[in-house]
């Protein structure tokens, strides 16, 4: 069973930084890509960015030049920096992984960390 654990969420002021961090433990299957999710309070659970297992990354034009999703040499952790802070970046943020399996693949969410942008 794979469990993502996420870690560095937590209030900040506008213009401030923040680095979020997913470790992917007890996954017994290969991780094609990882990722970061937000959901706002009333609002739909959206793409923040994704990162595959060769190296290709995706971001939301939102947070373009401003986020950076990057991954450790084992691809077993997941980062996202996050700067130039702004208030609308408040969110719930989850980490996702995409497990390839025998069948097709899965996807394994974390619990979500908050992170509030507020002064």
């Known amino acids: 069973q794979v469990q993502p654990v996420e870690s560095g969420g937590g209030l900040v002021q506008p213009g401030g930084s923040l680095r979020l961090s997913c470790a992917a433990s007890g996954s017994r299957f290969s991780v094609d890509a990882m990722g970061w999710y937000r959901q706002a309070p009333g609002k739909q659970r959206e793409l923040v960015a994704t990162i595959t297992s060769t190296d290709s990354t995706n971001y939301a034009d939102s947070v373009k030049g401003r986020f950076t999703i990057s991954t450790n040499n084992a691809k077993n952790t997941v980062y996202l920096q996050m700067n130039s802070l702004k208030p609308e970046d408040t969110a719930v943020y989850y980490c996702?992984?995409?497990?390839?399996?025998?069948?097709?693949?899965?996807?394994?969410w974390g619990q979500g960390t908050q992170v509030t942008v507020s002064s």
């Open positions: 996702h992984l995409l497990l390839r399996i025998a069948t097709g693949w899965r996807d394994a």
